[in-house]
């Protein structure tokens, strides 16, 4: 019943309206200038640019400036692996299997350095949306396009502090984590191997149901159950991401909260009074949520 009713509960706000300001801006900004230049055609690369803003939230503004600049690598090195992709005029097949590859290595990397969210789902999405768009643009514009707007994502985190978003003057801390060469390989074996079989179930299911596209879609299922930090949280994101993707929804979210595994990267201090908050939007990723109480590390 537990997991029931978590279906329907909201964990209480703590000052969210902050990041999701930023987060929004930092969308929102490079797609109306791409507007204003007439050069919409630059906007799925910009958009998973973009994406770089939600990682370092409520950190402090040198670990969240140098989070996000890992995040913005690896989302710009996916933007350009599809693009590639793209330009090669690979198979679906072909397509699915290098994007398992850009998933557990961005998977690892996510883990080596604790970004958060966890996982690799945007990692997959990027390089799978890329890859399959007919004539895209050269490789060196699409990878340009996500590098300038994962640029201006950064430049709004450097000043996020100023709104109450992380503090300044904190130390910058140790940023890679403690996790062992094994436990980072089975990291890369469970984020290749899921959106790999996903990937190719959503082939067959396209095949066999004339209605279904974008297969990759199928991946970004697989990867959002693992990417959770506890078992009730992958329980939660499982079930719930299910139904939304097959009602083709990109933005229903569900939430859990839990107690801190000795794994997980949510810390606690004798000053704080509630366990910390952590949360699975089922359509995308796992947050192990930060605030002036509560830190990520």
């Known amino acids: 019943m537990n997991h029931v009713r978590e279906f329907f509960r909201l964990a ?12 929004a801006l930092g969308v929102g900004a490079p797609l109306l200038a791409l507007l ?3 050069r919409l055609d630059l906007a799925i690369y910009a958009s998973f640019g973009a994406f770089t803003g939600i990682y370092g939230r409520f950190e402090a503004r040198r670990a969240r400036a ?17 693009a590639v992709l793209a330009a090669l005029g690979a198979d679906v097949w072909a397509l699915t299997a290098v994007t398992a590859l850009v998933s557990g290595a961005g998977a690892v990397t996510a883990a080596r350095f ?8 945007f990692f997959i999405f990027a390089t799978a949306a890329v890859g399959s768009v007919p004539h895209g643009a050269p490789v060196w ?12 994502c950064i430049l709004l985190g450097t000043g996020a ?15 890679t984590s403690n996790l062992a060469a094994r436990e980072l390989a089975g990291q890369f ?22 209605g279904l596209s ?14 959770a930090p506890h078992r009730s949280a992958r329980v939660t994101a499982a079930c719930t991401g299910s139904w939304a993707r097959w009602r083709g929804s990109r933005s229903r979210r569900c939430s859990s909260r839990s107690r801190p595994s000795p794994g997980s990267s949510c810390s606690t201090s004798s000053s704080c009074s509630s366990p910390p908050r952590c949360w699975s939007p089922a359509t995308t990723h796992s947050l192990c949520s930060s605030s002036p109480r509560w830190r990520s590390r």
């Open 114 to 121: 604790g970004l958060k969210p966890s996982g690799s789902i």
């Open 66 to 82: 140098a989070r996000q600049a890992i995040a913005g690598g690896l989302l710009t090195a996916s933007v350009a692996v599809g």
């Open 36 to 38: 204003a230049l007439g």
């Open 12 to 23: 209480p706000a703590q000052r969210d309206h902050i990041p999701a300001f930023r987060i």
């Open 214 to 227: 974008h297969s990759y879609w199928a991946m970004v299922a697989a990867a959002a159950p693992i990417s």
């Open 189 to 210: 074996g469970r984020f290749t191997a899921a959106p790999l079989l996903g990937g190719a179930l959503g082939i067959a299911a396209t095949q066999l149901l004339p």
């Open 141 to 152: 514009l699409a990878a340009g396009s996500a590098a300038a707007a994962a640029g201006f």
């Open 161 to 175: 502090h100023l709104l109450g978003e992380g503090r300044i003057h904190e130390p910058l801390g140790r940023l």
